[in-house]
């Protein structure tokens, strides 16, 4: 049996497997080469009726269509208890322990046994859409859940003092974030020991929450691109939703409000440049590119995004765009007489032209920090953003730590 798939799901009705039959009475699975499969057991097929229930025939005639479930996803039904779970409607997250897999398809929740209606599980075809519930109760009464695994991920590069930002920004997400984070550092392999060597307060503080993935980068534009490299880390589809920092951050309050915001939403959040007080077309919003494009759109009330914190629910919302900003930022550097070496404006511009947009959010739950003072402790939204240049550390490494002073010192 292929892939040893532990169920398939069929519209409103999920046949499970018992993989510990007999080999003759484990149904085995008829591809039909369109990504859809067929049951078979003792020479008996599972036929599609007219009324568009299912029955059981000697001969294969219309097959009923399936699609698989992923072993690994429909296992973790046997965790319900490890995970954090987001509440669709209200939008409210529930720790771990809140849901208690019970016998006979029942599951507990604050006191309550549920029905489990329906499961959708990292559907094979699509891995990144992450395990959602649906509770049912006295036949009429819903709630539904998705899995909250919240992954907050970084990319460092180069001198000691990233690696101390890097520091700053990880013990402040702990001690502040307030949510049950996973967090990933993305790096060189020469780089590794650095985030022991200048963060051993963050490993100590995250433990086994934080996790290091190294690729290959050897410029500049290798390390401005690197935040798109989730696209290519498995782990990556495990987790949502997702948020991207540059090291330059200091969370001073919970995150629970962001999160929240972009498990509702199919777009892209990331903060409006106009806080900088830039000209709406300017340079790292994208101009370059959307001028040379007649077909963008744009208009003079568009402003473009700072990509130095990106939120999504999860990979699958990503995906598409992480994918196509590197491959254009090559197919564009090979054709022009002067290259890009920022990420930003092909930020700006594939999420623009694919719709995903959403500078308003965001602005909520951050503030700009440029070359003044400290920012006031009073004002907090979740984070801060120390602006400053792109690698120029110093200056903004005595910012934060200024910063983390005052915050240490409230009551």
Known sequence: MEGSPLAVRRIGQTFRLNLDAPPEDTPALLHDGSGGVGLSVRGQYLQASPSGGVSWSPTRGAAARFVLIATAAFARLRHLHRHAWMEVRPRVWHPAGSLQLLPHDRVMFAGVSYTLAEVLICLAQQPER???????????????????????????????????????????????????????????????????????????????????????????????????ALATIPEGALYQPILYLDTDMVCDGPLENLFREAMDTDKILAPAEHLLHLDQFDWWGGKALFEKDSSSGLTINDFGMNSGSICAKNLFVLRESFELIPRLQRAHDTQASEPLTFDQPFFNYVVYKLGLQDPSVFLKHIRLNGHEQPPSPNDRRGLVHFMGGVGNSSPKLNRMRDYVTLLDALP
């Open 130 to 228: 992450a395990l959602s519930i649906q509770l049912r109760r006295d036949g009429w009464q819903v709630r539904q859940f998705e899995v909250f695994r919240p992954l907050i991920y970084f990319t460092a590069f180069g001198p000691p003092e990233m690696f101390q930002l890097l520091n700053i920004a990880l013990c402040s997400l702990a001690r502040r974030g307030a949510v049950p984070a996973t967090y990933l550092v993305i790096t060189r392999p020469e780089d590794r020991a650095l985030i022991a060597e200048h963060g051993a307060e963050a490993c100590a503080l995250l433990g086994d929450r934080l996790r290091i993935a190294c690729l290959d980068a050897t410029s500049l534009r290798d390390f401005m691109f690197a935040r798109y």
